[in-house]
């Protein structure tokens, strides 16, 4: 008897050492009227003033999805940040980057929601409000380029893997959470002043800095055509003020075999173009790191 309530005491350590290390759901975050859901994962390890990642999930998934898919959680416990993952309110689990409410500062969509979420996190946890950080795969990618432009002063830097230029999914009839095919087979086209222009009307009138971002797609995508890649680089390139076909830098095979990376401004922008890659580009945990400078 004796040995096992040992054992059971055992694992009833084990067992809240494991809850100290999963997700935490937050009800309570701030305003919410999209009904997106917060979960949190905070390492043990919590530096004193700890920056803040914010990881998007893409459709169909779900936070605990994206929290044991992406290497943001074994990151987290070595660098002491706080990770945000935030889950779609939605039936297919799909972002609303198509409504007016999302592509809208304070709009009350889902970037709003988001952002509430962030703004909780700095206070709760005393973060570092010049280390905080947005990326996402697919959907959660296109969240990421729309978060960079609703909210450009919460983020220090923002990276997508395989989404679509912010305010491609817009939808003319005001529909929510909304498909856009023409966007999604790559026949969304633009000049890199169109594109930069749906920007600055996501927050009308601000003139602070923006997040220096970094863009992954693959050649190869047969969800978000390749061509999404093109679109993406031309408004960041119309926002900061490049000529989307001339890069400072060029690299073939970086940051591995096959893959391009192109880079703008010192690296305010980032091309990494998977040649051969479909849907989505495999998240870079290291990588993501140096450019969040983490």
């Known amino acids: 008897m004796k040995f096992f309530s040992q054992l059971t005491a055992a694992l009833a350590l084990l067992g809240n050492s494991v809850m100290a290390q999963s997700l935490t759901r937050v009800n309570n975050f701030g305003a919410n009227p999209s009904n997106a859901k917060m979960f949190i994962y905070v390492p043990r390890n919590l530096a004193a003033k700890p920056p803040i990642i914010v990881a998007i999930h893409y459709c169909t998934g779900t936070a605990q999805a994206y929290f044991t898919g992406s290497p943001y959680k074994q990151l987290a416990d070595q660098k002491g940040f706080i990770v945000i993952y935030p889950e779609s309110p939605y039936s297919g689990t799909c972002w609303d980057v198509s409504s007016r409410a999302t592509l809208t500062h304070e709009g009350g969509g ?9 703004k909780y996190t700095l206070q709760q946890y005393n973060g570092d409000p010049t280390k905080v950080f ?6 959660g990618g296109m969240m990421t ?9 919460l983020f220090a830097a923002g990276i997508v893997y395989s989404g679509t230029a912010a305010g491609c999914f817009y939808s003319q009839s005001g529909g929510t959470n909304a498909w856009n095919s023409s966007c999604a087979n790559g026949q969304a086209r633009g000049t ?6 749906m920007v600055f009307d996501m927050y009308p009138g601000y003139e602070g800095p923006r997040p220096k971002m970094q863009v992954y797609h693959g050649s190869a995508d047969s969800t978000l055509n390749q061509n999404n890649y093109n679109e993406t680089i031309k408004q960041w390139s119309g926002v900061f003020g490049f000529d989307p076909a001339k890069p400072d830098v060029t690299q073939a ?9 192109y880079s703008w401004g010192n690296g305010q922008l980032v091309g990494v173009y998977a040649q051969g890659v479909g849907h989505s580009v495999p998240m870079r945990g290291a990588d993501d790191m140096k450019f969040f400078g983490l």
């Open 110 to 118: 889902n970037s709003n929601a988001i952002a509430n979420m962030v």
């Open 134 to 139: 947005v990326t996402g795969t697919s959907s």
């Open 145 to 153: 380029n729309v978060m960079a432009a609703t909210y450009p002063d």
């Open 192 to 197: 890199p002043q169109v594109w930069a222009k």
């Open 253 to 261: 095979n970086a940051p591995q075999s096959r893959y391009t990376t």
